[in-house]
């Protein structure tokens, strides 16, 4: 008798595939008919060859025409698979039956090698065979919208058939598309706002990650780091308008760069989306508050300010008046002619924004026309402003209540 494989399904159990005596090699048409034997990954030299059935059952029990079902196959090598699964490796450490008759085939063997049928989905064995064999075949872009898609499978049976190396792998490439860093956060943001130029709305639909399938990938692999700058991204997403009025506002392609699909979120998911992103605006009210009515702040610029010189006046006073004004009506005010607050719903890009033109302002007065505001003031702000930044990007786990 042969033997049988037992394979780990979905819900961790075992599910075994009793052997079944055949004629073997004495229906050819049919191995020919119902076999496919990939190209990318299948070595002379292989030891076992791995099947994946992609038959056509009905649940209504009507027949179904051979010519749907067939089963595609790799051969591979068992050292390999077991180095990296110990599923695996437990699996083919077991003691094997020999056949009484040589010459004979079963049903749980091709071409004179064990073959192990696997339950899993065609795409997801594929994928990860090609990661195992031809890693440098098998792209991970940087922040691809391919992303999810391409992992998701791969993590689902590095899961199940425990392979530690393959799961750990792709979170680090997850955690550089969604960092836990601003300072990398940053340089992600700048990537794409340089890649997205001479890029048409198709294009840019079709280039880059979105937010709301990491988040459900997120959870369902527990590689829950990655969630607050997913949730951040989701939260900046303005979602496609249809009036009329706004369809030639120079601003719709850029909230519409910002791009997210439909995809169903859990309602707690939901509920920290909607709380984070309220938390989000109201922080940067806050911060604006502060800017503009804190007592010790206003001390320490009068304090820095290098035209003070000893006054009782602070000399920037007006400068730093104008400036918050304006910063003011960058963050709450949508511009004649848009129709997207985008500023208020991408606080870090919008502070960093801010710090720019700091860093280039040169205010002019009615009564002092050429007076800057001057180096210690802005540096002030600036040191003000990045410390926002930093307390929004700490906070932002709290604030979607992914910490809890």
Not at 110 to 135: F, Q, S
Request: contains cysteine.
């Amino acid at each position: 008798m042969s033997s049988k494989h037992k394979i780990p399904t979905d819900d961790g159990t075992n599910s075994s595939h009793p052997a079944k005596r055949t004629k073997g090699l004495s229906q050819p048409d049919k191995v020919a008919k119902d076999n496919v034997k990939s190209v990318e990954v299948w070595f002379d030299d292989g030891n076992i060859v791995v099947g994946v059935d992609t038959t056509t059952k009905g649940l209504d029990l009507r027949p179904v025409h051979p010519a749907s079902e067939q089963r595609h196959l790799f051969k591979v090598h068992k050292s390999v698979l077991g180095m990296h699964s110990p599923v695996w490796k437990d699996m083919f450490e077991l003691p094997q039956p020999r056949h009484s008759n040589m010459d004979e085939t079963t049903e749980d063997e091709y071409e004179g090698v064990p073959l192990m049928i696997l339950p899993d989905t065609l795409k997801d064995v594929r994928d990860l065979l090609m990661l195992m064999y031809k890693p440098t075949q098998f792209n991970f872009n940087r922040l691809d919208s391919g992303t999810v898609s391409k992992v998701s499978g791969i993590l689902k049976l590095s899961k199940k058939y425990q392979i530690d190396a393959f799961r750990e792998h792709i979170a680090q490439m997850l955690r550089q598309d969604w960092p836990t860093d601003l300072a990398a956060w940053d340089q992600n943001d700048a990537y794409v706002k340089q890649r997205i130029m001479g890029m048409s709305n198709d294009e840019v639909f079709c280039a880059f990650a979105e937010p709301s399938s990491v988040i459900n990938l997120a959870h369902e692999f527990g590689i829950k780091e990655i969630l607050p700058a997913a949730f951040y991204h989701l939260s900046r997403v303005f979602w496609m308008f249809y009036d009329d009025e706004c369809f030639s506002s120079p601003r719709r392609t850029s909230a519409e760069l910002l791009f997210a699909k439909r995809e169903p979120l859990s309602h707690m998911d939901l509920r920290n989306l909607i709380f984070g992103r309220d938390v989000l605006r109201t922080q940067i009210m806050r911060l604006f508050q502060r800017l503009k009515h804190n007592i010790e702040l206003r001390e320490t610029f009068e304090f820095v300010c290098f035209g003070s010189s000893g006054s009782r006046k602070w000399p920037c006073r007006k400068q730093y008046s104008e400036w918050w004004t304006g910063a003011h009506h960058l963050f709450f005010t949508i511009p004649e002619g848009e129709c997207h607050p985008l500023r208020l719903y991408d606080p870090l890009d919008t502070l960093i924004e801010l710090i720019s033109g700091l860093n280039s302002w040169d205010a002019r007065t009615t009564a002092e026309p050429t007076k800057p505001f001057c180096h210690s003031c802005r540096e002030h702000v600036i040191s003000v402003i990045t410390k926002e930044r930093q307390t929004i990007w700490s906070n932002l786990g709290y604030w979607f209540s992914i910490a809890s």
